[in-house]
C-alpha cells in the first residue's frame, strides 16, 4: 500500500523559507516519480514540482521556479520541498504525491506577515 506523509507546515513571514517533507512507504522510492501538488483556498489543485529520481531530473511551475527545490533522500524514502523567498500567494494547502497513484494528507503552509 503506498502511503505518504507529509511533515507539518507553518505560518511563515513574506520572504521567508520553509522545508517541506514526506515520508514514503510502500514502493521503490528511488525508481519512482514523485511530485508537490498544492491547492490554494477556494482555488483548484496546481502542480509545484515533481522528480525523476531514476534520472535525476526535476520539473518546476514558473510560479516556483528559482524560489523552490525539490529534493529525495532515497536512502530514507523521504521528499524534501525546499521554499525559500515565500511569497502571499503560496499559501496553500501542500500535497506530496506519487505519479500513477498515491497521496499525501496535505499540509498548510501560510504566507503572512
Known amino acids: 500500500e503506498v502511503q505518504l506523509v507529509e511533515s507539518v507546515g507553518g505560518l511563515v513571514q513574506p520572504g521567508g523559507s520553509l522545508r517541506l517533507s514526506c515520508a514514503a512507504s510502500?514502493?521503490?522510492?528511488?525508481?519512482?516519480?514523485v511530485s508537490w501538488v498544492r491547492q490554494a483556498p477556494g482555488k483548484g489543485l496546481e502542480w509545484v514540482s515533481s522528480?525523476?529520481?531514476?534520472?535525476?531530473?526535476?520539473f518546476y511551475a514558473d510560479s516556483v521556479k528559482g524560489r523552490f527545490t525539490i529534493s529525495t533522500d532515497n536512502a530514507k524514502n523521504t521528499l524534501y520541498l525546499q521554499m525559500n523567498s515565500l511569497k502571499s500567494e503560496d499559501t496553500a494547502v501542500y500535497y506530496c504525491?506519487?505519479?500513477?497513484?498515491?497521496w499525501g494528507q496535505g499540509t498548510q503552509v501560510t504566507v503572512s506577515s
Open positions: 510502500g514502493f521503490t522510492f528511488s525508481s519512482s516519480a
Open positions: 504525491a506519487k505519479n500513477g497513484g498515491g
Open positions: 522528480i525523476y529520481s531514476y534520472i535525476s531530473n526535476t
